[in-house]
T-cell receptor, first 118, second 113 residues
Framework: GAVVSQHPSWVICKSGTSVKIECRSL??????MFWYRQFPKQSLMLMAT?????????EQGVEKDKFLINHASLTLSTLTVTSAHPEDSSFYIC??????????????FGPGTRLTVL | GDSVTQMEGPVTLSEEAFLTINCTYT??????LFWYVQYPGEGLQLLLK?????DKGSNKGFEATYRKETTSFHLEKGSVQVSDSAVYFC????????????FGSGTQVVVTP
């Protein structure tokens, strides 16, 4: 199946710094990517929908100025956590939609990035 | 709003045992329902799906039936293997939000030899 990668797989940073997480679709061009956040033993919560060449659409309650999303190419979306604080520590997962496939199950997920803010 | 509730884990069972993971949902209209599996160190993978009532999704020995009357989509496997150890997520895609997935909290399954 299609492969989506994330980098880094884990990151530790100091409070107040910014962290960038990359999501790449390796064997297809993804016009749409999704960013999720997962707390321990909780659901994946959709943060935003990233569309290539346009602004991301954020879910209610997600601070767009804190979680900057850029989808500048058909194979890369980035999530930047700005001025990170310990409460931003979480597992961030991206998915990419293959536009050549039809149906609601055309998302492929990355392995996730563990962010720890000290 | 839409939501998915699944049983908490971890679920620990012996090889060749029967596995059931309960999943119920709340949604308006007729959502599509999914089970995803996440093996250690890997991304979520689609395990099976059902797009309308009474549909049965199946894959790798796993099955789940879309029950609209009970708003459920329970996952079952008759004889598990150690390689089935993973976290399983139930999810729905609402009819009017194509592409957006609402996930349950995940259930960790541990199969021992």
């Amino acid at each position: 199946g299609a492969v989506v990668s994330q980098h880094p797989s884990w990151v530790i940073c100091k409070s107040g710094t910014s962290v960038k997480i990359e999501c790449r679709s390796l064997d297809f061009q993804a016009t749409t990517m999704f960013w999720y956040r997962q707390f321990p033993k909780q659901s994946l919560m959709l943060m935003a929908t990233s569309n290539e060449g346009s602004k991301a659409t954020y879910e209610q309650g997600v601070e767009k100025d804190k979680f900057l999303i850029n989808h500048a190419s058909l194979t890369l979306s980035t999530l930047t956590v700005t001025s990170a604080h310990p409460e931003d520590s979480s597992f961030y997962i991206c998915s990419a939609r293959d536009p050549d496939r039809v149906g609601p199950d055309t998302q492929y997920f990355g392995p996730g990035t563990r962010l720890t803010v000290l | 709003g839409d939501s998915v509730t699944q049983m908490e884990g971890p679920v620990t069972l012996s090889e060749e045992a029967f596995l059931t993971i309960n999943c119920t949902y709340t949604a308006t209209g007729y959502p599509s329902l999914f089970w995803y599996v996440q093996y250690p160190g890997e991304g979520l993978q689609l395990l099976l799906k059902a797009t309308k009532a009474d549909d049965k999704g199946s894959n790798k020995g796993f099955e789940a039936t879309y029950r609209k009357e009970t708003t459920s989509f329970h996952l079952e496997k008759g004889s598990v293997q150690v390689s089935d150890s993973a976290v399983y997520f139930c999810a729905l895609n609402a009819a009017d939000s194509w592409g957006k997935l609402q996930f349950g909290s995940g259930t960790q399954v541990v199969v021992t030899p």
